[in-house]
């Protein structure tokens, strides 16, 4: 099994910057990417950014891109979310999750980001 533990999360004011890490930790040996989604309050949980771990191959939705950067950390096992410039419609529960080739192998138990106006 793969456990994640999200952290970073927190208060910010808008255009303010904010970096999650997602540390994974167990069978870790066969995640092929991670990846990062978030959840506002009364909406769909919505993909945010994904890297994989061989190459460092990432994408990301087209609200983030240019203002967040995913990256890795191979040797620490943790994956970083670098949020820029932050917007109030950011303001949601970040959730990072474990992926082999085909599936989702495992998921944090999320971290809040709350960005004020």
């Known amino acids: 099994q793969v456990q994640l533990v999200e952290s970073g999360g927190g208060l910010v004011q808008a255009g303010d910057s904010l970096r999650l890490s997602c540390a994974a930790s167990g069978r870790t040996f066969n995640i092929y990417g991670m ?10 949980r919505e993909f945010v950014a994904r890297i994989n771990l061989n190459g460092g191959s990432t994408n990301y939705a087209d609200s983030v891109k240019g203002r967040f950067t995913i990256s890795k950390d191979n040797a620490k096992n943790t994956v970083y979310l670098q949020m820029n410039n932050v917007k109030p419609e950011d303001t949601a529960v970040y959730y990072c999750a474990a992926r082999n080739s085909y599936v989702y192998v495992s998921w944090g138990q999320g971290t809040q980001v709350t960005v004020s106006s």
């Open 35 to 44: 990846d990062w989604f978030r959840q506002a309050p009364g909406k769909e």
